[in-house]
């Protein structure tokens, strides 16, 4: 903002008393030794004949009447707009008593109001302000209503004090605009108002309701450490920057938005005491350390959104909104700003309870959960999604490996990419399907979790899928948990690490079917051949039936007994011997008995059989029953 002249005169030493002893601290007119309002009459009518529109004006610190404002305006007034007309116009200080009407006013120049007092209502509606306008300190004590004005210099109203009503509907801000500090006790309204520039609310206080309904923000809007006592209007409102409400205070705001942001949305420490409904479209909605005292509900369009150490004291639902927001008159929100199927990422629930959260159709592919505390009460609804393992085939040393097709947290992504020693993939490109997702700290095995920590998690989320009867949906958690037991070589034992890899080797924790089945064919496959080898004897043994005749007559004896089993010679694998050693293994499945003769070494084949593949069959029908389990 123009900085007014230094004067080459005093301050108006007339009217003295004795809280004030320096008395009228009005700028004097030039040529003269007092201020306007202590001219004399000839002297006032002479200086004001002498002014034209847009003439430079200084009336520092000069009190005021509502008649000598209204003639000193009557002095600049333009006979083509009949609006009062003003270059540079200095009012820094100056006491308004009655109405101050600067409606219509065009301020060619810097306007300085900068301290000055309205003791009555003021008007600035229609108002041009050409250069700098400087409101800083002003106290308005009066309803002030700037309705259409246009501001297209810096527009500043820190520290400023509104008493009363404060309107800025439909008013131009093309430079920056600040508001910081100022406080409202009456209602303010900035609806369909148009901040080109920056507009910073830092630290201001509205006591009564606050309305930015339709705004438009075209850049970055500032409302750090606000406090909103009444209710906070934001319905339609667009930010084409960021926008900041980090440490905001909303009282008693029960609906918030639809709220528009090209940018974020940052929501970091604000504190929502009442319950509420905020429906946001933007790139990013961060929430770290935002509190909510009261149930809420947050619907999302378009966003990632951290919630990052929130504070939950009652129920919290983020749900992806599905079409763009209307409001209650039908009004559908423009988010031609953005781009995309709307889809909402959560990316943070690190160091929150989660037993008040609730997360619907959102996308968890990068989502931290470390840190977070009754995991397992965390309800997620609808469509879930979550990062799956890398496809295609992969070189593990000497030998070729292909992941086991499954959803995994965040957590795990990042462990297995620190360490596969993978580089870091490039900012704001899309994840490779074929590589695992390095996290924020890579390649930092300090701040990265490790399996004992994730295995943790899994189990906890898998519960809260169990919870909920979802059974089938938990398969993945319980897959990812196993897994995270087996890598821990500082949690797990490693006769327990033994165990998991034979399980995850032979059935794939008992959720991959398929590998099950493989196994129990390639096991009967085997005890076939090996019956055919060595199971089956050379010829099915045949019963012998020898008797004694006693002499002289009498009854007979007969003792009836079988050959030997005789060991396989010759050709062992014939069509005949292999439908033996197929009923033999078939029966052993199902631990029955084949009933066939069978060599030494072939009843232990059976009896290996009849333990081994009755188990491998039970791991197959987990599987599938884990799957399908409802």
């Known amino acids: 903002m123009s900085t007014p002249p230094a004067p080459s005169w005093l301050h108006c030493a007339h009217g003295a008393h004795p809280t004030d002893p320096v008395g009228c601290r009005g700028i004097w007119v030039p040529g003269h030794t007092t201020c306007l309002a202590h001219l004399t009459d000839t002297a006032r009518d002479t200086y004001l004949a002498g002014l034209a529109p847009g003439a430079d004006i200084d009336h520092r610190g000069t009190p005021f009447t509502e008649d000598l404002l209204n003639r000193l305006l009557d002095a600049v007034r333009d006979p083509t707009t009949a609006y009062p007309h003003l270059g540079d116009a200095w009012f820094d200080g100056a ?10 006013a065009q301020f060619s120049g810097a306007a300085g109001f900068n301290g000055a007092q309205f003791s009555g209502a003021a008007g600035f509606n229609g108002a041009q302000f050409s250069g700098a306008a ?13 309705g259409r004005a246009r501001f297209s ?24 605009a600040w508001f910081g500090r100022a406080r409202f006790s009456g209602d303010a309204w900035f609806g369909g108002a148009r901040f080109s520039g920056d507009a910073v609310f830092k630290r201001a206080q509205f006591s009564g309701d606050a309305g930015f309904i339709a705004a438009r923000f075209s850049g970055d809007a500032e409302f750090s450490e606000v406090q909103f006592s009444g209710d906070a209007k934001f319905r339609r409102t667009q930010f084409s920057g960021d926008v900041w409400f980090s440490d905001a205070q909303f009282l008693v705001a029960s609906w918030w938005g639809p709220v528009v942001c090209g940018g974020t949305v940052d929501l970091s420490g604000a504190m929502f005491g009442a319950p509420v409904t905020l429906e946001v479209a933007a790139r990013q909605v961060r929430c770290t350390r935002a509190r909510w005292q009261s149930t809420a509900a947050v619907r999302v369009r378009h966003a990632s959104v951290d919630l990052g150490h929130a504070v939950l004291e009652a129920p919290l639902a983020v749900t992806a909104h599905p079409t763009p927001f209307t409001t209650a008159g039908g009004t559908v929100a423009d988010e031609s700003t953005l781009s995309g199927s709307g889809a909402v990422r959560v990316v943070s629930v690190q ?8 997360l619907t159709d959102t996308d968890l592919s990068d989502c931290l959960f470390s840190g977070a505390f009754h995991l397992d009460q965390l309800r997620l609804e609808g469509r879930t999604a979550l990062a799956f393992t890398p496809t295609g085939w992969h070189r593990k040393g000497l030998s070729p490996v292909r992941w086991t097709r499954r959803r995994t947290l965040a957590e795990e992504q990042h462990w297995r990419a620190q360490t596969a020693g993978q580089s870091s993939a490039p900012a704001g490109t899309p994840p490779e399907p074929r590589r695992w997702r390095t996290g924020p700290h890579h390649p930092d095995p300090a701040r990265t979790p490790d399996p004992d920590d994730i295995a943790s998690l899994y189990r906890q989320l898998r519960k809260a899928f169990e919870d909920g009867k979802n059974e089938p949906g938990a398969a993945d958690f319980y897959y990812g948990e196993c897994e995270m037991r087996r890598h821990d070589r ?10 998991l890899w034979a399980y995850w080797l032979l059935s794939g924790y008992g959720l991959r079917a398929g590998r ?11 005890t076939i051949v090996l019956l055919m080898a060595f199971g089956l004897p050379m010829s099915s043994p045949k019963q012998e039936a020898t008797g004694t005749v006693p002499v002289g007559g009498g009854t007979v004896t007969f003792i009836i007994d079988k050959q030997d089993v005789k060991n396989p010679t010759g050709d062992r694998f014939t069509s005949k011997r292999f439908d033996k050693a ?17 060599t030494t070494t072939g009843t232990y084949i059976e009896m290996t059989s009849r333990i081994l593949e009755p188990a491998l069959l039970a791991l197959a029908v987990l599987a599938i029953r884990g799957r399908i389990k409802r």
Do not use: C, Y
Request: charged share 15%; proline share 1%; hydrophobic share 45%.
């Open 95 to 104: 006491q308004f008593s009655g109405a101050a009407g600067f409606n219509g």
């Open 351 to 358: 160091g929150v309870d989660a037993a008040h959260l609730v």
């Open 490 to 499: 500082t949690g797990t034992p490693k006769a327990e690490r033994r165990l």
């Open 516 to 526: 099950a089945l493989g196994w129990l064919a390639a096991a009967m496959l085997a």
């Open 582 to 598: 197929l009923n033999v293994t078939l029966n052993s499945v199902v631990f029955r008995s084949s009933g066939q003769d069978l």
């Open 134 to 146: 400087g409101f800083d300190g002003a106290q308005f004590s009066g309803d002030i209503w700037f």
């Open 153 to 176: 210099g810096h527009a500043r109203f820190g520290g400023a004090r509104f008493s009363g009503d404060a309107g800025f509907s439909s008013a131009q801000f093309s430079d920056d």
